[in-house]
């Protein structure tokens, strides 16, 4: 399984950026899928989550301005962040639990991280 993020760049204070993350590979389905971050120094941090009915999750200092989806047809997950503030500088990751086929375990796959960086 591949896990692929998009979306990462510079943007100005009060700005907004939208990730995007997308999965392929022998995938059965998706249970959860999150995004966590980690700023330099600082160690990981779950940011959201989304489970397959939708509910969703969120990092108390991102609540109001960030908003997780999903598209199970597409194997993707997005955060739409808003109101972007220079402490959500961060690498962003996509993390998804996958299963293989109906009876397999849930495995967890990561992608490579895309850098977000929010400047004054």
């Known amino acids: 399984v591949q896990v692929v993020e998009s979306g990462g760049g510079s943007v100005q204070v009060g700005g907004s950026r939208r990730l995007s993350c997308a999965a392929s590979g022998r995938i059965f389905r998706i249970n959860i899928m999150h995004w966590y971050r980690q700023a330099p120094g600082k160690q990981r941090e779950l940011v959201a989550h989304?489970?397959?009915?939708?509910?969703?999750n969120y990092l108390d200092s991102v609540k109001g301005r960030f908003t997780i989806s999903r598209d199970d047809a597409k194997k993707a997950v997005y955060l739409q962040m808003n109101d972007l503030k220079p402490e959500d500088t961060a690498i962003y990751y996509c993390n998804v639990l996958v299963l293989h086929s109906s009876q397999s375990a849930q495995y967890s796959y990561w992608g490579q991280g895309t850098q977000v960086t929010v400047s004054s």
């Open positions: 989304i489970t397959p009915t939708g509910h969703s």
